[in-house]
């Protein structure tokens, strides 16, 4: 499911009170928040679903695949997603 289809599974969802419009909105809303939540707290957990969590990549060495030479990864941030039980249990 991409963006375009998360906002139409809201926009059915929620019925005839909500345009596409305001699907859109809210969708790019949670969105935001997530970012916010993540810059500030570096995790946001949302019960019933899973916890979103800023992790710390060690620098490290690596190869390139086309040529073979190894080369530096340097250290970095990624988001990294936890699911909870009730997800879980649903997939």
């Known amino acids: 499911m991409n963006k375009a289809e998360?906002?139409?599974a809201v926009?059915?969802?929620?019925g005839k009170e909500t345009s596409r419009a305001a699907a859109k909105r809210s969708v790019d809303r949670v969105v935001e928040a997530l970012k916010?939540?993540?810059?500030?707290?570096?995790s946001v957990q949302i019960v019933d679903f899973g916890t979103?969590?800023?992790?710390?990549?060690?620098?490290?060495l690596g190869v390139n695949p086309k040529?073979?030479?190894r080369i530096k990864i340097r250290?970095?941030?990624a988001v990294k997603f936890l699911a909870g039980k009730d997800l879980k249990s649903k997939i």
């Open 52 to 60: 979103f969590k800023v992790i710390e990549r060690k620098a490290r």
């Open 75 to 77: 250290k970095s941030r």
């Open 67 to 69: 040529t073979g030479e």
């Open 6 to 8: 998360l906002i139409e």
């Open 36 to 42: 916010l939540g993540l810059r500030r707290d570096k």
């Open 11 to 14: 926009h059915k969802l929620t």
